[in-house]
């Protein structure tokens, strides 16, 4: 046993009270917050390292393998994950947690592009919600034969002319609805949507 495994052993031997409050200091180092995170199961706890600001990407990835769900669920909200974390979230068995990642700010446009193929609709519907979805990939998703994923097409500001514009013509009107309030749609396609057959459609042009 080398000297930084003992070290790790050591902390996961001390009282509960102690454990909580290393985990919980603003003063504690990343490597102490990793060590304590490989041998923690106590959610209360876990939850503490992954607020802790001194958190380190090793530590996230342990947090992002742990059973506990809430605990995946705190790792997976946070915004400045780094891409091997997004990655290992991304393939999680729960479906919830595979929706924070496609909704998180910090997904490639790899990760975005795998779980717009999800079989959970929850997720796929998710994809096109994140405001880091790229130009691309909200094109080929504004064809999408669900409702929803169009919808969310249509609102998210990454979303250009070319792709507002075919979604503007779109059957259903809730995805009429978010294309006209969709601060990229040009004038004279919010002219069009103006005398829709839908008032609210007519109504979300108003602004």
Do not use: H
Not at 89 to 103: E, G, H, Q
Not at 173 to 192: F, M, Q
């Amino acid at each position: 046993m080398d000297f930084s495994e003992k070290k790790e052993r050591n902390i996961a031997l001390l009282s509960w009270e102690s454990r909580f409050e290393i985990a919980k200091s603003e003063t504690t180092l990343p490597n102490i917050l990793k060590s304590l995170a490989i041998f923690e199961e106590d959610w209360v706890i876990l939850k503490e390292i992954c607020k802790n600001p001194n958190i380190c990407n090793d530590a996230l990835k342990i947090l992002a393998l742990k059973k506990n769900w809430l605990i995946r669920v705190d790792v997976a909200k946070k915004s400045n994950l780094s891409v091997e974390v997004l990655q290992i979230l991304a393939k999680d068995n729960d479906w919830a947690i595979r929706k924070l990642v496609a909704l998180n700010p910090a997904s490639t446009e790899q990760i975005l592009t795998e779980l717009s193929f999800d079989p959970d609709f929850l997720v796929k519907n998710s994809v096109p919600l994140n405001p880091s979805a790229p130009k691309k990939l909200l094109l080929i998703m504004s064809d999408d034969q669900s409702y929803i994923v169009r919808k969310n097409v249509a609102s998210n500001p990454n979303s250009d002319s070319q792709i507002l514009s075919s979604l503007s013509e779109d059957l259903m009107a809730g995805v009429r609805v978010e294309v006209a309030k969709n601060k990229n749609t040009p004038k004279d396609i919010l002219t069009a949507l103006a005398c829709d057959i839908s008032s609210s459609v007519r109504r979300a042009t108003e602004r």
